[in-house]
C-alpha cells in the first residue's frame, strides 16, 4: 500500500530541514530555503507546517527518537562510566580538531554572538541545544534504569556534561589542542564520576 501523496510531501520536508541543520547547525530553516532544498513549493511547505517554530519543533521532535548509529551506551561489555565517556567523546568528535574545531567555533560566534540574533535564528539555536540536551538524557535515563546514576536532576546533570564537552570542543579550536587531547579524557572522566554513583564508576 503506498503512502498518500501528502504524506510523502510533507516526509520530504522534514528530510530537507532535518539534512540543512546536520550539514549547518547554524542554517536558518527559512520557508523559501527549507522548500527549496525539499523540492517543493513554499505553499506546500506552509500547508503542513504554518510557522517556522511548527516546522523547527517538529524536526528537532523526530531528531529526538532516532537512533545514534553504534551508540556506546548500547555496548553491554563495558561498564557504566566508560559508556558515558564514550558517549560525550562521540560529541567531542562531531566538532573535530584544530581547523575544523576553529571552523565550528567561529559559525557559532558569527550566528549568535558577533550581533544581535534574529528571532528566527535564537529559535534555531535553542532547538539544537534542547536536542543536545535531549542526547544527554537519554543516556542517563539508560544508566538510571541500571541504578549506576547519582539522585538529581536529570536535567541538570545533562546541561553540566554539555558544559564540559563544549568548554573542551573550545579548547579544541586553540593552537596545540593536539597535545591536550590526554588531559580530555581526564576531564571527561572527571565529569562522568561526578553524575555516577560510586560503585558504578
Known amino acids: 500500500m503506498t503512502e498518500p501523496a501528502g504524506s510523502d510531501t510533507r ?39 504554518p510557522t517556522q517554530q511548527v516546522l523547527l519543533d517538529t524536526v528537532i521532535e523526530g531528531l529526538q527518537t532516532l537512533d545514534i548509529p553504534d551508540d556506546p551506551m548500547a555496548d553491554a561489555t563495558k561498564g557504566p562510566a566508560e559508556r558515558l565517556q564514550a558517549c560525550l567523546q562521540l560529541l567531542l568528535s562531531a566538532v573535530g580538531t584544530g581547523a575544523g574545531a576553529r571552523q565550528n567555533w567561529t559559525a557559532l560566534h558569527d550566528a549568535y554572538v558577533a550581533s544581535p540574533t534574529p528571532e528566527e535564528s535564537a529559535q534555531t539555536f535553542l532547538a539544537m541545544e534542547r536536542l543536545a540536551v535531549s542526547r544527554v538524557d537519554r543516556w542517563l535515563a539508560r544508566l538510571h ?57
Request: proline share 2%; hydrophobic share 50%.
Open 145 to 201: 534504569e541500571e541504578g549506576a546514576l547519582v539522585d538529581g536532576d536529570r536535567e541538570q546533570q545533562s546541561r553540566f556534561l554539555l558544559s564540559v564537552v563544549n568548554g573542551l570542543s573550545l579548547e579544541r579550536a586553540f593552537p596545540g589542542a593536539r597535545a591536550r587531547l590526554g588531559f580530555e579524557s581526564s576531564s571527561l572522566r572527571l565529569a562522568v564520576t561526578a553524575v555516577l554513583r560510586a560503585d558504578a564508576s
Open 11 to 49: 516526509s520530504k520536508i522534514l528530510v530537507a530541514a532535518a539534512t540543512m541543520l546536520a550539514e549547518d547547525p547554524t542554517a536558518r530553516l527559512s520557508v523559501r530555503a527549507v522548500a527549496a532544498k525539499a523540492g517543493v513549493s513554499t505553499g506546500s511547505l506552509r500547508h503542513f507546517f
